[in-house]
């Protein structure tokens, strides 16, 4: 798929993980109507593809999470589960969970996510976020 106006952040990170851009998912949403939806590796209902990187020093893995060298959390060589996404929606009344292979760290790379009021991001996995732009509805 083609990336439009993705971040050079966004774009800079992918390719640090071997994915290219054009790879990554223009626009991942639950479809209306629907509550709840799935990032998995190994369901083949997964609203996008996963993608496999290997980290095998501290310094990738703090240029893709910000975790400092001196404590990772994670053994070395490590490899992720990457979900690529240029835009991530979850709207209000929706859950989007993010699960993992066992014993397996997931990374969702996102250009811009939007989460709407009401909207949830379940973590069913060790997870690494790295967003350009959150966008989030708070109620008033």
Excluded: K
């Excluded at 083609?2 to 626009?27: C, K, M, N, R, Y």
């Excluded at 060298?69 to 209000?92: C, E, H, N, Q, W």
């Excluded at 993992?100 to 976020?129: D, F, K, M």
């Amino acid at each position: 798929m083609t990336i439009h106006l993705s971040s050079s952040g966004f774009v800079q990170v992918l390719q640090s993980l071997g994915i290219a851009p054009e790879d990554a998912s223009a626009q991942v949403s639950l479809p209306a109507g629907q509550t709840e939806g799935l990032l998995s590796p190994a369901d083949a209902g997964s609203l996008a593809p996963a993608f496999s990187a290997t980290l095998t020093t501290t310094d990738e893995l703090q240029a893709l999470s910000g975790i400092p060298p001196s404590s990772p959390p994670v053994g070395f060589p490590v490899t992720l589960s990457v979900f690529a996404i240029d835009t991530l929606i979850i709207r209000a009344g929706q859950v989007l969970t993010i699960q993992g292979n066992p014993g397996q760290p997931v990374a969702l790379v996102v250009n811009t996510l939007v989460l709407e009021r009401s909207g949830l991001l379940r973590c069913a996995a060790s997870l690494i976020l790295n967003v350009q732009t959150f966008t989030q509805e708070i109620p008033q």
